[in-house]
């Protein structure tokens, strides 16, 4: 009999670079450098068995272009060394090396999908900001300036030949951004579990996709105050059906801490034991359907203390250090059945799941 006391550790590529830090929005700006300072400074000072810290490349204008138009790439660059801070939107603005860390935390999404694709490592988690889920191939939005999971998505297309991609975006906000880069995609099969009505008012259940990506986006609003148990359920109840019949090639994961229950933006009650269960669950469909190929990146999280605390249970479940669970205490409230039920029946007959 195997000896399953002794846990493998697996190897996680980490890029990280202090240039992000440098990325410096005006006046209190919640995305602030000092989530990341927190971050690496918890890296450092208690390294995690597995974990592999490496630099990452800026992202080539080639792989900027798959996702971006080149009006939007060209009025980020020109924010490149700005005096004094530019408000790109309400809610988005570039200091003078806004620019430099955005292709930073761009070009770690194309080298994680490298490094996982090429087997170098078993799975990657870039800690790099600005974040990028809600930015629009042409429009700027919501603290993002280059959508890093979708231009690592069209990264793993392009470059490495991919067929199927799954991207799972459990931030407490819509990922507005990447659901537009692959709307019209069966390549790219995009579910998002997000609080609704809330920023960025996306996510309906309705918004399913259109042509050949009809069925292929997947979006569950949920309601305030949603905690562990109802996102446990919806995963393994609505989600893990429709993954098991798209069988994707790589996962790859909108990584947002802004669900906890102490960020002061979100509003929904997640824990650490809640991550614990739902990255465990991630990374087994990993490994039942794409040979293990997991890809995360950060997106929001906005109370310094629970970011860390949660990047370092997801990185114990990644490494192996941590013993997974799949299940969360707790019954999952009638809403979060309700959602369920219409997000299901929402999905076109073509592409329905059993
Ligand atoms: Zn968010």
Not at 55 to 60: D, K, L, Q
Not at 275 to 290: D, G, H, K, P, V
Request: with cysteine; glycine share 10%; aromatic share 8%.
């Amino acid at each position: 009999m195997p000896d399953y006391s002794v846990r493998m550790t697996k190897s996680v590529l980490v890029p990280r670079d202090k240039r992000c830090l440098n990325h410096r929005p005006a006046g209190g700006h919640p995305e602030s450098p000092e989530r990341l300072a927190a971050l690496y400074a918890d890296l450092d000072s208690r390294p995690i068995p597995g974990v592999r810290l490496a630099s990452p490349p800026e992202a080539s204008k080639e792989a900027l272009l798959r996702v971006h138009t080149p009006a939007y790439i060209e009025a980020i660059e020109a924010t490149a060394g700005t005096e004094r801070p530019i408000w790109l939107d309400p809610d988005t603005c570039a200091s003078s090396g806004s620019y430099q860390a955005a292709l930073l935390a761009a070009g770690a999404a194309c080298m994680g999908v490298d490094e996982v694709l090429s087997g170098r490592a078993d799975s990657t988690f870039p800690l790099v900001r600005p974040p990028g889920h809600h930015a629009e191939p042409d429009t700027i939005l919501g603290f993002c300036l280059f959508n890093n999971i979708a231009i690592g998505a069209a990264h793993a297309l392009a470059v490495h030949g991919l067929q199927r991609i799954l991207i799972l975006d459990p931030d407490v906000h819509h990922g507005n951004g990447t659901q537009a880069a692959f709307y019209d995609s069966d390549k790219v099969l995009y579910v998002s579990t997000h609080r609704h009505p809330f920023y960025p008012g996306t996510g309906w259940f309705d918004e399913v996709g259109v042509g050949k990506g009809a069925g292929y986006t997947f979006n569950v609003p949920l309601p305030y105050g949603t905690g562990d148990a109802d996102i446990l359920y919806v995963y393994h109840e609505a989600v893990a059906p429709i993954v098991r019949s798209f069988q994707p090639e790589l996962i790859m994961v909108s990584a947002g801490f802004d669900t906890h229950m102490r960020d002061p933006l979100g509003g929904f009650q997640m824990t650490e034991e809640g991550y614990a269960a739902l990255y465990a669950l991630f990374l087994s469909w990993a490994e039942q359907y794409s040979a293990g190929r997991i890809f995360l990146t950060l997106e929001g999280g906005y109370n310094d203390a629970a970011l860390v605390d949660s990047v370092r249970t997801v990185l114990g479940i990644l490494t192996g250090a941590q013993e997974p669970s799949l299940t969360v205490p707790g019954e999952p409230s009638q809403l979060a059945r309700q959602a369920v039920e219409r997000a299901v029946s929402s999905r076109p007959a073509s592409t329905a799941t059993g």
